[in-house]
C-alpha cells in the first residue's frame, strides 16, 4: 500500500543543554566505552533507544523471539517479537510523522499497561521525539501540570482515561492531536470531535519507516518529578542514556538470553521505562507486562505461569506479600525465580528476611532516582546482601556522602549523598528550568537529596531525606503539589503537608488544613475536602489523612513549617522553632 508520510524527519536543531561527560575532557576512561561498541549504533554513527531495543533485535537473529507477553486486566493475553514490535512501532512512526510531529517535539501517554502504550512511545522514539508518559491513576491536575509545562502538541490516551481529564483539555494551548486507543472496541461512546482513532490510523500507516538521525544527546524521555519547592520538575533524558540501561540489566538485574523478565512498576514512573523498556529490550530480554495492579494471588500466579526468572519490584509491594501470609505462595510453583530486585524505597531487613524462604534467596536492594536514569548503587547478584543497606556503586560511578559545606566525609558519617557528574544516564535539565538543574550540582558533585552514609566495606546506607519530599509505596510525592489543590477548596486558607511514617507504604500523605472564618470544622467538611483533593489528584497522591487546625505554624515570612508539623505529628522534640511567626 502506498503511504503519504515522509520516511525521513525534517532535521531539526535540538538545543541541549551542555554535556558534563564532554566538558570532563580528562575523565572519560568509564567502562561504559566498551559497552558502547557492543551496542549496535545507528548507520553514520546516531543513536537511537528505539533501534538499541527493537530494531537491531528484529533485524538480527532475535527476529522470532518474544519481546512482551503481556497479561490483560481480564486475563487476556497477547505476544508480541521483536519483529512485531518492530513493524507496529514502524506503523506508529509514520502516523505520528503524518500529523505533523517533529524531532525533538513532546508527544505525552496517558494510558494504562497496554501494548499500544509501548508500542506509541517507541514509535515516538523513532521519530526524534521526547516521549512523556504519564501514571494512569492521576487526577486531572498533575496531568495538566504536566502537559502545560512540557508543551506536548500530542497525547495517546484512551477512553475511560479520556473522560476523565476531558475537564483541562482546553486549557492547553500547545495540545493539536489527542489519539485514542479503544482496545477490543471495548468502549462503546463514540470518538469526541476532533479526536483520532489509533485503529483507524494504524490500519493506514505504512510500515515502512526510517529511524531519526538521533545524536547520543537528542532528548528521547521525559518523567516529571516532585521537588520540594514549586510543582514538578520534567527530568529529561537522552538516548545515550540506554548505554547505562543496557548495563545495568546486565550486571544488576544479571540478564541471560532465555531469562522471562517482570517489572512491577508503571512506565508513568520511571523504573516503567528505564526498567520496564529499555534495560530488558536492549538486552534483547522477553518481559511479561501485567496490566493489573496489585493482588498477591495473581502475582504469584503470574510468576508460576509465566515461569518469571528475574523479577523487579518495590519494597511495598514486598511489604503486601507478606501481610498476604505464606499459604497463597506455598500453593504456586515459584521455583523459576533466580533473581529478585526492588527500587524506590528502603527495602527493610524484615522484608529480605521474610522473602528468603519463600523465594528461597535474597531480595537484592537499588538505589537510584528519575533523575540518574539507571541504577547507580547495586547489591549485586554474586554479592552477599547486607539486609538493609543499598549496596555498593556501580563500576564508574563515584558516590560520596558529603558534609554541609560539600566536602567528602569518612566512613560511617550521615551526611548528603552525592555522586561525580558524568554517567551516561544523567538527566540533562529539567525542562523550562535550568535554574533548577544547575543547583542541584554543587562542588563538583551532583547532589542527590538523599541522606545516607557508607560502612567501612563500601556498602551504603539510606538515611533520609534533605527535603519535605514523601516517599509513599515508592512514589515521590511533593507536599507544595498537594497543598496548592487543597488551597483551591472554598473552605479552606491554609495547608501543610507532611509523609506520616506508615509500616506498608513506609509514609503515607497527611494534611493539615485550617479553614476560613466563620467555617465550621464539620465531619462532613472534611469528607469534603478529602472528596475534592482525590478527584482533583490521584488517589496515590490525595491525602489519605486530612486534619483541621486553628492555624498552622509559619516562618515569619509566612512559609508553613512542615517540619514542625511531622515533629508535633510524631511527638518528637520540635527543634529549632527560633524562625515561627510569633502570635
Ligand atoms: C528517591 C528517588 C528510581 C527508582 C524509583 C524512584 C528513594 C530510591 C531507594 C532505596 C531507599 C530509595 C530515594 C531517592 N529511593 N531507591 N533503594 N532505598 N530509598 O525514583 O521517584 O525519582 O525517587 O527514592 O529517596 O532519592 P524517584
Known amino acids: 500500500m502506498e503511504s503519504n508520510f515522509i520516511s525521513k524527519p525534517a532535521s531539526t536543531e535540538l538545543k541541549v543543554e551542555p554535556n558534563l561527560l564532554e566538558l570532563r575532557g580528562g575523565r572519560m576512561s568509564y567502562p561504559w566505552e566498551g559497552v558502547q561498541k557492543e551496542l549496535d549504533w545507528l548507520p553514520g554513527g546516531y543513536l537511537n533507544k528505539a533501534y538499541e531495543c527493537i530494531d537491531r533485535h528484529a533485524i538480527?537473529?532475535?527476529?522470532?523471539?518474544?519481546?512482551?507477553?503481556w497479561e490483560g486486566k481480564k486475563g487476556e493475553t497477547e505476544t508480541y517479537t521483536f519483529f512485531q514490535l518492530k513493524r507496529e512501532t514502524d506503523k506508529f512512526a509514520n502516523v505520528l510523522l503524518?500529523?505533523?510531529?517533529?524531532?525533538?517535539?513532546?508527544?505525552?501517554?496517558?494510558?494504562?499497561?497496554?501494548?499500544e502504550q509501548y508500542i506509541a512511545i517507541f514509535g515516538a522514539l523513532k521519530v526524534g521525539a521526547v516521549a512523556g508518559p504519564l501514571f494512569s491513576a492521576f487526577g486531572p491536575e498533575?496531568?495538566?501540570?504536566?502537559l502545560l509545562d512540557s508543551g506536548a502538541r500530542i497525547l495517546i490516551t484512551q477512553p475511560s482515561l479520556r473522560r476523565k481529564i476531558a475537564g483541562i483539555l482546553p486549557e492547553l494551548p500547545n495540545l493539536e492531536k489527542i489519539v485514542v486507543v479503544n482496545k477490543y472496541g471495548r468502549d462503546s461512546t463514540p470518538l469526541a470531535e476532533g479526536d483520532l482513532s489509533y485503529e483507524a490510523l494504524m490500519?493506514?500507516?505504512?510500515?515502512?519507516?526510517?529511524?531519526?538521525?538521533?545524536?547520543?544527546?537528542?532528548?528521547?524521555?521525559?518523567?516529571?518529578?516532585?521537588?520540594?519547592?514549586?510543582?514538578?520538575?520534567?527530568?529529561?533524558?537522552?538516548?545515550?542514556?540506554?548505554?547505562?540501561?543496557?548495563?545495568?540489566?546486565?550486571?544488576?538485574?544479571?540478564?541471560?538470553?532465555?531469562?522471562?523478565?517482570?517489572?512491577?512498576?508503571d512506565p508513568g514512573w520511571v523504573t516503567g521505562t528505564s526498567y520496564g523498556m529499555l534495560a530488558p529490550w536492549s538486552n534483547g530480554v522477553t518481559q511479561l507486562v501485567h496490566e493489573g495492579?496489585?493482588?498477591?494471588?495473581?502475582?504469584?500466579?503470574?510468576?508460576?505461569?509465566?515461569?518469571?526468572?528475574?523479577?523487579?519490584?518495590?519494597?511495598?509491594?514486598?511489604?503486601?506479600?507478606?501481610?498476604?501470609?505464606?499459604?497463597?505462595?506455598?500453593?504456586?510453583?515459584?521455583?523459576?525465580?533466580?533473581?529478585?530486585?526492588?527500587?524506590?524505597?528502603?527495602?527493610n531487613p524484615e522484608a529480605i528476611a521474610w522473602g528468603h524462604p519463600v523465594f528461597e534467596q535474597a531480595i537484592h536492594d537499588t538505589w537510584w532516582q528519575t533523575e540518574t536514569g539507571a541504577i547507580l548503587i547495586a547489591n549485586y547478584a554474586f554479592m552477599d546482601v547486607r539486609p538493609g543497606s543499598m549496596g555498593k556503586p556501580l563500576p564508574g560511578i563515584e558516590a560520596a556522602v558529603l558534609d554541609q559545606k560539600y566536602q567528602p566525609l569518612p566512613a560511617d558519617t550521615d551526611g548528603m549523598l552525592a555522586i561525580r557528574p558524568g554517567w551516561p544516564s544523567m538527566f540533562q535539565t529539567y525542562w523550562n528550568n535550568t535554574e533548577m538543574y544547575?543547583?542541584?550540582?554543587?562542588?563538583?558533585?551532583?547532589?542527590?537529596?538523599?541522606?545516607a552514609r557508607y560502612d567501612q566495606d563500601g556498602y551504603f546506607w539510606f538515611v533520609g531525606r534533605t527535603d519535605d519530599v514523601i516517599n509513599?509505596?515508592?512514589?515521590?510525592?511533593?507536599?507544595?503539589?498537594?497543598?496548592?489543590?487543597?488551597?483551591e477548596h472554598p473552605a479552606v486558607v491554609e495547608a501543610g503537608v507532611i509523609g506520616k511514617p506508615d509500616p506498608i507504604a513506609m509514609e503515607v500523605v497527611k494534611a493539615f488544613v485550617a479553614v476560613k472564618d466563620g467555617v465550621e470544622e464539620s465531619e462532613e467538611l472534611l469528607r469534603d475536602v478529602h472528596r475534592f483533593a482525590r478527584t482533583k489528584l490521584a488517589a496515590a497522591v490525595a491525602p489519605r489523612e486530612i486534619e483541621f487546625l486553628p492555624s498552622l505554624p509559619k516562618t515569619r515570612s509566612g512559609k508553613i513549617m512542615r517540619r514542625l508539623l511531622k515533629a508535633r505529628e510524631l511527638g518528637l522534640p520540635e527543634g529549632d522553632t527560633s524562625t515561627l511567626e510569633e502570635g
Open 98 to 115: 503524518g500529523l505533523g510531529l517533529k524531532r525533538g517535539d513532546r508527544v505525552f501517554f496517558f494510558m494504562e499497561r497496554v501494548p
Open 293 to 347: 495492579g496489585f493482588h498477591a494471588r495473581t502475582w504469584y500466579e503470574l510468576i508460576e505461569k509465566y515461569k518469571v526468572t528475574v523479577w523487579y519490584t518495590a519494597p511495598t509491594a514486598i511489604r503486601m506479600l507478606m501481610k498476604a501470609g505464606e499459604e497463597l505462595p506455598r500453593e504456586r510453583d515459584l521455583s523459576s525465580l533466580r533473581h529478585i530486585n526492588s527500587v524506590g524505597e528502603p527495602l
Open 142 to 146: 498533575p496531568v495538566k501540570d504536566r
Open 472 to 487: 509513599t509505596a515508592g512514589h515521590l510525592v511533593g507536599p507544595f503539589e498537594v497543598e496548592s489543590i487543597l488551597l
Open 438 to 451: 544547575n543547583s542541584r550540582f554543587r562542588n563538583g558533585w551532583y547532589i542527590t537529596g538523599d541522606q
Open 203 to 265: 490500519e493506514q500507516a505504512s510500515d515502512d519507516f526510517q529511524i531519526a538521525q538521533t545524536t547520543m544527546n537528542d532528548y528521547s524521555i521525559m518523567h516529571y518529578t516532585s521537588g520540594t519547592t514549586g510543582k514538578p520538575k520534567g527530568a529529561v533524558h537522552r538516548h545515550f542514556a540506554i548505554v547505562q540501561q543496557y548495563i545495568t540489566g546486565k550486571w544488576v538485574l544479571d540478564f541471560h538470553e532465555d531469562d522471562i523478565y517482570w517489572c512491577t512498576a
Open 60 to 69: 538480527g537473529s532475535r527476529r522470532d523471539k518474544p519481546a512482551l507477553l
